[in-house]
Each structure stands twice: as C-alpha cells, then as structure tokens.
C-alpha cells in the first residue's frame, strides 16, 4: 500500500488549476493502524474541481479495499457569481479588504454548488493555521466584525432579489 499510495500521491499534480490553492488534488493520510491481520488506512482526498474522487483513488485499489465514507464535491463559485459580488461589495462597505481565495477544504457548499446553487464559504477570523488544532478560537471581536459583515451582505442580497443587482449603490 505504501508503494501504491507514493504513486497515487505523486499522480495528484497531473492536472491543476490556478484559481484554486493549492492548485492541485491533495491528499493526506492521517491514520494507519493494524486492526487484528490487517493493516488500515485512513485518508483525505480533497480534488480540485472537475477531478472525480472516485475514478483519482482507483489505482490504490489494487493494493486495498477502498470504502469511502464521505464524499463532498469540490466548491467552484464563479468569480463573477451575483452572491461573490455581492460578498465582495459587503466587505468592501464594511472596511474590509475585498478579499476572494480558494483553499482546498471539505464543506456543505461544495454540495449546493454541485446543485447548481452559488455558494460561498464565509467566517469570523483567520481559517489557516487555526481550525482543527488544539485551542481553536475565534475572538468577540472577530464575531463583532462578522456580524456586520453578514448584515452588508444581506442587505445587498435582498438589494439583488428586488432589482437584480448585487448591490443598492
């Protein structure tokens, strides 16, 4: 398994995408463990999107059984998506840096967007080097600074529902 997850691993650069970071598949293998005469694995595949995770880990069944246990589509909203302007106006009304990234994450909005929906993954505080760590926070302050940040933003969207833009300006 060893032998084939290096090959798997080394395969998930073959097709990249410059609007997402990192701009490649990653995949991480977080738990291995001997459970009686076998040994288990336990790993994280987090594709781009237009990559199938199904079809990416098809190799590494020839060295295992391959049991998937949650499959969240990869997020791609349009840049040009009414709701990411309208996020981007928000935060520019409130003082904020008008700020779009990508990062490879595993949430819901992934699959409203594979629905068809616009779906945006928007929080309080930094997310890098923070979430899933001992001592995790977010501080009143970030709270305070999203819950304006969240009213800018309804205001632009009830603003989209009533004339069809993105903003009221």
Known sequence: FA?????FEASLGARRDPDFDPDRTVASLG??????????????VRP?????????VQPLRAAATITSVRA???????????????ALDAQ?????EARLATKATCT?????SHAGLEAIVLGPGPSVGNVHKPNEHTSVAQLHRAVELYRALLVRLACLVCSG???CS
């Open 92 to 96: 520019r009304s409130v003082g904020l």
């Open 3 to 7: 032998t084939a997850w290096r090959h």
């Open 31 to 44: 738990r291995a463990w001997l459970d009686g005469d076998r040994a288990r694995f336990r790993f994280d």
């Open 48 to 56: 781009i999107p237009g990559e199938d995770p199904e079809l990416l």
């Open 165 to 167: 833009r993105p903003t």
């Open 72 to 86: 969240n589509p990869p997020l791609s909203t349009s840049r040009d998506a009414k709701l990411v302007c309208a």
């Open 108 to 112: 819901e909005a992934g699959l409203l």
